[in-house]
């Protein structure tokens, strides 16, 4: 299925570009200007070059905090995406009950992230919440707000019960555009259960996959409210991820440059992984195109 | 299907039916997505006190103050409807111009085509809290602050570049014969783009449509930087709970349950969307 040249479809990605360049460049180089400047408030602005950058790579807080972002990160995708598939295999395929499923299962994708905080800042306390009077009864010690540990596993429990229906949803409706041919092909050949899973429901459902590990990558990457709400980046500094400590930096320090700075590198951060992934995923399309 | 359990019995890996497996995750995923929430409804139903000072499986005193005092308020039930207002315009226009978007992607070959799909998406890419000033400043000189539109057209930034990415992948997975049957059949693009094609990939369009909703209904950032009175959304309002008297968690709890219930409505009409595979060869 080789794609046809036609420049007239630029016709069609137009009214897409115009949209999101009108909200993306401007507030973007209003930020670069930012990054490069100090500020002394009432609109004094003064140049100083690369400074804030080379103050920031020098920051052992920053690099704890990336540290932690990147190992969050990685726990996430590592439990949300198989989980996701999972779920999605396992989804009545019709019916009533299917129809029952799609809604329970997207009831946490709606919930506003600082009431997601909230709940389950009372649901993990020993004192008045389910998940931590439960612990406490079967006599393991558990407290979010004071040991490391266990604030790690709350926000992951968390990101999770909050995020996995979005993969799901997306294996879900990549699983349900599998033409039925490929699977009466598959009984034919007496396949098992396991070769149908991976010669054909995991590459039809490697587009969708895609989006849903970027997506997840991306936003677990730049998480903020939940934990925020949740732990408020603590104890200590367990659970400050990257967005919590340039929020405490850019309110902190009254001082736009720094923080400009700061968001900037980590846009390049997000930006350098993304891209590494995608370009990994995109040659590996057209190996297989071309077999 | 009872082929397919021969070779795993013969493996011993298994001897329990696939179908009564897979209702057992189902069950488990649920339960384990439904209790928070049941824990946010009881919540709902309590006053502040009994929230903070018993633990109990059901409101001991149950209330129905907190929704009272949201659905008696103004300035709290207008929050719902601003946000239904904005996020309703944000997912009409990002699904309008993703569809014709994620078609040229799919089909063809044009200058910077690659690059400029992955571009759209680091839109997505910018953590926010740096980004909200400048977006006050831009919307303020163009007058639209504080308005419905305003918070649509923000919200593009990044529920345009997550529509043209996700239906991209679903309409790379209609085969091009039937573009090509169409059009030697004499449908003109327009006819053949809403008649046969767009119908074709209503799956991907009910899921792109209830995430734009999703995403759009539950930012906050943004929809809070440029709204002030007029157009100001529930999740703005709802950080009121937080006083100099501590946090009103009934209340919040209430507001919660009312947020869910939108997009819920929402999800139950595309479901059918998303469960229908399109039949191949329709043309």
């Given at each position: 299925m080789e794609k046809t040249v036609n420049q007239r479809a630029w016709l069609l990605v137009l009214p897409v570009l115009v949209l999101v360049a009108f909200s993306s460049i401007i507030p973007m180089m209003t930020v670069v200007n930012y990054s490069f400047q100090d500020s002394f408030g009432e609109n004094i602005f003064f140049w100083v070059g690369l400074e804030w950058y080379q103050e920031l790579l020098r920051s052992e807080r920053l690099?704890?905090?990336?540290?932690?972002?990147?190992?969050?990160?990685?726990?996430?995708?590592?439990?949300?995406?198989?989980?996701?598939?999972?779920?999605?295999?396992?989804?009545?395929?019709?019916?009533?009950?299917?129809?029952?499923?799609?809604?329970?299962?997207?009831?946490?994708?709606?919930?506003?992230?600082?009431?997601?905080?909230?709940?389950?800042?009372?649901?993990?306390?020993?004192?008045?919440?389910?998940?931590?009077?439960?612990?406490?009864?079967?006599?393991?010690?558990?407290?979010?707000?004071?040991?490391?540990?266990?604030?790690?596993?709350?926000?992951?429990?968390?990101?999770?019960?909050?995020?996995?229906?979005?993969?799901?949803?997306?294996?879900?409706?990549?699983l349900r555009s599998i033409p039925k041919p490929y699977y009466q092909a598959a009984m034919i050949d007496q396949a098992s259960r396991w070769s149908v899973f991976r010669y054909i429901e995991l590459p039809k459902m490697r587009g969708v996959l895609m989006i849903a590990i970027l997506l997840r990558f991306m936003d677990s990457f730049m998480i903020y409210t939940e934990p925020f709400v949740l732990t408020g980046g603590g104890p200590g500094n367990a659970t400050t991820f990257l967005s919590i400590d340039l929020v405490k930096m850019a309110l902190g320090q009254f001082d736009l440059g720094p923080a400009a700075a700061f968001s900037l590198m980590y846009f390049l951060v997000i930006l350098l992984i993304s891209y590494v992934f995608y370009t990994v995923m995109i040659t590996i399309d057209k190996d297989e195109a071309k077999q | 299907m009872s082929e397919n359990r021969l070779p795993n019995k013969k493996r011993g890996s298994t001897s329990m039916p696939r179908a009564r497996i897979g209702a057992l995750v189902m069950t488990l995923y649920l339960v384990f997505l439904l209790v928070p929430i049941y824990w946010l409804i009881i919540m709902s139903f309590k006053s502040n006190s009994e929230i903070l000072s018993a633990f109990?499986?059901?409101?001991?005193?149950?209330?129905?103050?907190?929704?009272?005092?949201?659905?008696?308020?103004?300035?709290?039930?207008?929050?719902?409807?601003?946000?239904?207002?904005?996020?309703?315009?944000?997912?009409?226009?990002?699904?309008?111009?993703?569809?014709?978007?994620?078609?040229?992607?799919?089909?063809?070959?044009?200058?910077?085509?690659?690059?400029?799909?992955?571009?759209?998406?680091?839109?997505?890419?910018?953590?926010?809290?740096?980004?909200?000033?400048?977006?006050?400043?831009?919307?303020?000189?163009?007058?639209?602050?504080?308005?419905?539109?305003?918070?649509?057209?923000?919200?593009?930034?990044?529920?345009?570049?997550?529509?043209?990415?996700?239906?991209?992948?679903?309409?790379?997975?209609?085969?091009?014969?039937i573009d090509e049957t169409a059009f030697i059949d004499g449908y003109g693009f327009t006819r053949f783009f809403t008649k046969i094609f767009i119908p074709m990939i209503a799956p991907g369009i009910g899921v792109t449509a209830f995430f734009c909703f999703m995403f759009s209904w539950v930012e906050l950032l943004l929809s809070r930087t440029l709204t002030s009175v007029d157009a100001k959304p529930i999740t703005a309002i709802m950080t009121r709970t937080v006083s100099a008297s501590g946090l009103d968690w009934g209340v919040l709890a209430a507001a919660g349950v009312l947020t869910i219930i939108p997009g819920a409505i929402v999800i139950y009409f595309v479901r059918n969307h998303i469960a229908k595979g399109f039949a191949l060869g329709r043309v």
């Open positions: 690099w704890d905090a990336l540290g932690r972002q990147l190992l969050f990160s990685f726990i996430i995708l590592m439990i949300e995406i198989p989980l996701g598939i999972l779920v999605a295999l396992s989804m009545p395929k019709k019916g009533i009950s299917a129809s029952i499923c799609l809604v329970l299962m997207s009831l946490p994708l709606l919930i506003p992230y600082n009431v997601v905080g909230t709940i389950w800042q009372v649901f993990g306390r020993a004192d008045i919440g389910l998940l931590g009077r439960i612990l406490s009864d079967l006599g393991i010690s558990y407290n979010y707000s004071q040991n490391a540990f266990d604030a790690w596993v709350t926000v992951i429990i968390m990101d999770v019960w909050h995020w996995t229906s979005l993969v799901a949803l997306l294996a879900y409706a990549g | 109990t499986l059901f409101p001991d005193n149950f209330t129905l103050k907190n929704y009272s005092t949201i659905l008696t308020d103004p300035s709290w039930y207008m929050g719902y409807v601003n946000s239904f207002i904005y996020v309703s315009l944000n997912t009409v226009i990002s699904l309008l111009v993703a569809l014709p978007a994620a078609y040229a992607f799919s089909r063809y070959r044009f200058f910077g085509d690659n690059h400029l799909f992955f571009w759209l998406l680091t839109n997505r890419m910018a953590p926010p809290a740096v980004f909200a000033l400048p977006f006050f400043q831009l919307y303020s000189s163009v007058s639209l602050f504080d308005t419905h539109i305003a918070v649509a057209l923000a919200h593009c930034l990044f529920n345009v570049p997550l529509a043209v990415w996700i239906l991209e992948g679903f309409m790379r997975g209609v085969p091009r014969e």
